[in-house]
């Protein structure tokens, strides 16, 4: 699984938090994970955000297949699944930050909670 680029959103926010004296997390090729179950992730999320659940059999398998060219935030609604996926992760070679709960990656990277 080969997550995809983030979205238009994902770069206006970007520009916004720049314009505005924000501080940020993401680079222009920044991919955003949620690691929460679809579920969770379906009731909000940060814009831009893909969902991979960590707690699903397949984690490992989808995080070989990450690329390792881009930068990655990871984020989950507390902050222990994403430390566990941040680990498994940087065990993989992948450049990872992990932004713990969602709110508190929210703050961090300037994105809206939104739901789809």
Sequence with gaps: MRLPRPALPLALAL????????TS???DDTVVVDVRTAAEYAEGHL?????????????????AELDPGV??????RSG???????ATMVAAG?????AGSI???????GLDVVTD
């Design 15 to 22: 520009a916004l938090a720049a314009c505005t004296g924000g």
């Design 25 to 27: 997390a993401l680079s």
């Design 47 to 63: 814009q831009g955000a893909v969902n991979v659940d960590v707690q699903d059999a397949g984690f490992a398998d989808a995080v």
């Design 71 to 76: 930068p990655y935030v990871v984020y989950c």
């Design 80 to 86: 222990n699944r994403s430390a566990a996926a941040a």
């Design 94 to 98: 992948l450049e990872v930050t992990d």
């Design 103 to 109: 709110s508190d990656a929210a703050t961090s990277t």
